[in-house]
């Protein structure tokens, strides 16, 4: 349902477009009749519970009334309960036909639910493995009639997984059962059967789709809401919209903590850092994630979106537009990729080394350096029996760039007197005959990543220092 044009003929206090859907699934939406004042949606349905807000749905021009209006309530289980009991009555002796109450589903969505929707009534709890099914069902029993229990179970050794389902007979039930049960339980609402073996990559379609429309990426972190995200859609809709960058911002309808976060999207190498938000007013997660390039995001926001964690829970996985060029970045990882390649390729079979001299000696050669780092002009290296001032010590991961390559990146501080590799191992050395040159390296490239390869760079122990000290190993 467009609800734009949407107006209250009372006029007051308005929610703003971030409020609507808090807490999830508070609105309903009734189909009535055109000359249905908003005086009488007010009284008839304050029963149920505190009314933040009334929205009638009016023409643009004439600003009559559609016949379409929106309640929002404060809880969802008042939402719910005013559904039950008022879809297919009438809300005056002179009405003829019924009424229609359905539970709103978010803006980003234009459909809504049947009043006997499963999704509405079956929940997802996590439990302690000792339980038992009629142990589940006496804890949550006092919310309203079971229609059944089950619990996951390993299909090889029938323990508990932990993990357990309720299904009740009414939306309200489910609802008071999410609201008021312990929080240790971790009460959501589950994926309906029918949808939970849906595959990550038509849940990855169905999200860009929505990005790509100009809509606020959402996932079913609600309890009482409809991943809209996670439907289907042609592939062949377009992808160059979407805004792509190297941070992700990651949702949950289970909150995570920074360590299990981190350990998610750890699988993907190159994260540079995660950091959990806190929502006060929730229970849910919200995440945001880092990458050092955009080739790790990239393949994180495609591998992971749809990750169930803990199973029977989707994360969802967006990009956060942070303003960079796409076109340029997709460069960027481009070449990286390849670099990262051909360097892997002579590092493992060093007679190859002549395949990354691209120009040869005819000094049209193209540039063997690809990152987002800044870095100075080439400059000329210091004469070899100049004195050295500072050695750095540089570590590789996940192996060491050409010599010529380091030789390029080191020398453009100034006064490089030579670089070198030790054999054998990701690590390597560069000797400056200015300590201000050195220190320039240091805060230039420690940390950051050239040709897909991440570099450590520190002030090296003296040569009489290393000799005392036991023999590193890496």
Request: hydrophobic share 35%; glycine share 6%; with cysteine.
């Amino acid at each position: 349902m467009d609800e734009a044009g949407i107006s209250a003929s009372g006029g007051g206090f308005r929610l703003g477009v971030d409020s609507l859907d808090e807490p999830p699934n508070s609105r309903i939406f009734l189909v009535i009749s055109k000359y249905t004042p908003e005086s009488v949606l007010r009284e008839r349905f304050s029963p149920f519970g505190e009314i933040q807000d009334i929205w009638v749905v009016r023409d643009k021009h004439t600003k009559e009334s559609k016949g379409i209006a929106f309640v929002k309530f404060a809880r969802s289980s008042q939402a719910c309960r005013a559904m039950e009991e008022m879809h297919g009555q009438c809300l005056s002796p002179n009405d003829i036909k019924p009424i229609k109450v359905f539970i709103a589903q978010s803006r980003s969505s234009g459909s809504h639910r049947d009043v006997e929707d499963e999704e509405l009534t079956r929940i997802f709890v996590m439990i302690p493995k000792s339980y038992t099914e009629e142990d589940l069902r006496e804890k949550f029993k006092v919310y309203g009639d079971i229609k059944y229990c089950t619990i996951t179970k390993n299909k090889v050794t029938g323990e508990s997984k932990g993990l357990g389902y309720v299904r009740y007979f009414k939306p309200s039930q489910a609802a008071q059962a999410i609201e008021n049960c312990d929080r240790s339980f971790r009460a959501i609402l589950a994926e309906p059967k029918n949808k939970v073996s849906e595959s990550s990559e038509q849940d990855y379609y169905g999200n860009l789709r929505q990005e790509a429309l100009g809509h606020e990426p959402r996932v079913n972190m609600f309890p009482f809401e409809q991943p809209s995200e996670f439907s289907n859609f042609d592939k062949s809709d377009s992808r160059g919209q979407e805004a792509i960058s190297k941070r992700l911002s990651v949702v949950s309808r289970v909150p995570f903590t920074e360590e299990q976060l981190f350990s998610i999207f750890d699988i993907v190498p190159g994260l540079e850092y995660c950091e959990v938000q806190r929502d006060p007013y929730s229970n849910y997660g919200h995440g945001v994630v880092q990458y050092f390039n955009v080739a790790s995001a990239i393949y994180a926001k495609y591998k992971l979106h749809g990750f169930q964690y803990p199973p029977g829970n989707r994360i969802g996985v967006s990009f956060i537009d942070d303003g960079s060029n796409a076109t340029d970045l997709l460069r960027k990882m481009a070449t990286q990729m390849v670099a990262a390649q051909l360097a892997s390729m002579v590092w493992n079979n060093p007679s190859q080394q002549q395949f990354l001299q691209f120009g040869g000696n005819s000094g049209s050669q193209l540039s063997q350096i690809q990152t987002d780092v800044v870095l100075p002009s080439c400059k000329k290296k210091a004469p070899p029996e100049t004195p050295v001032k500072e050695r750095l010590f540089i570590v590789f991961n996940p192996h060491p760039l050409p010599l010529d390559v380091l030789e390029d990146i080191f020398c453009r501080f100034g006064n490089l007197i030579e670089v070198y590799l030790v054999s054998g191992k990701n690590v390597g050395y560069a000797k400056y005959a200015d300590r201000i040159s050195a220190n320039d390296a240091i805060a230039t490239l420690h940390e950051k990543i050239l040709n897909g390869v991440r570099l450590k760079v520190m002030l090296a122990d003296s040569p009489r220092e290393e000799s005392n000290k036991r023999q590193r190993t890496y």
